[in-house]
Antibody, heavy 119, light 107 residues
């Protein structure tokens, strides 16, 4: 069974940075692209970006609206993916999901971790 | 355009058929993937590509595409199908595009 478990969310102050982690299991992590998506309360899903596999040189691509403030990375030896968020504002308050990609654009999703940006 | 457009809300009578649509230029070249999201839960892939339904998804869910419009059809909607549905696709550069979501109400 595919499992994706996010961690590292919480309360942060405006202007701070945060690194969220995603642990994957139950699938071939190294063969899977990994995505990050967020969802503000009561709003739709917003794609943040994606990191490809080692075979594809860990290529990353980001949504235009966020590319200056985010970095996605991975450690295949630990089956982990990461999302670094910088210069956080209250508009970044959302549930952050990691997701994998094997067959579909996005196959499976974690349950998400809540990031609240507030002073 | 790099956007995907969905109707905000759709309703269907119990047991009837409903079509949820998604429009965008990228759909000329890439299939839509469809996700169901219930309150407090992560999205769930229900249909992708031309004919693909993930294991465990009821066969009342089906997808189709024509031109710039993709559709998810639920044939014989059940009460448990009430949820938000999102289409996603991608553009030529690899950017993933999300539709705004359609809230399905089963009456």
């Amino acid at each position: 069974e595919v499992q994706l478990v996010e961690s590292g969310g919480g309360l942060v102050q405006p202007g701070e940075s945060l690194k969220i982690s995603c642990a994957g299991s139950g699938f071939s992590f190294g063969d899977s692209s990994m995505h990050w998506v967020r969802q503000a309360s009561g709003k739709g899903l917003e794609w943040i970006g994606r990191i490809k596999t080692k075979t594809n040189k860990y290529a990353t691509i980001y949504a235009a609206s966020m590319k200056d403030r985010v970095t996605i990375s991975r450690d295949d030896s630990k089956n982990m993916a990461y999302l670094q968020l910088n210069s956080l504002t209250t508009e970044d308050t959302a549930v952050y999901f990691c997701a994998n990609s094997l067959s579909a654009v996005i196959d499976s999703w974690g349950q998400g971790t809540l990031v609240t940006v507030s002073s | 355009s790099s956007e995907l457009t969905q109707d905000p809300a759709v309703s269907v009578a119990l047991g009837q058929t409903v079509r949820i649509t998604c429009q965008g230029d990228s759909l000329r070249n890439y299939y839509a993937n469809w996700y169901q999201q219930k309150p407090g839960q992560a999205p769930l892939l229900v249909f992708y590509g031309k004919t693909n339904r993930p294991s465990g998804i009821p066969d009342r869910f089906s997808g189709s595409s024509s031109g710039i419009t993709a559709s998810l059809t639920i044939t014989g909607a059940q009460a448990e199908d009430e949820a938000d549905f999102y289409c996603i696709s991608r553009d030529r550069s690899g950017i993933v595009l999300f539709g705004g979501g359609t809230r399905l109400t089963v009456l």
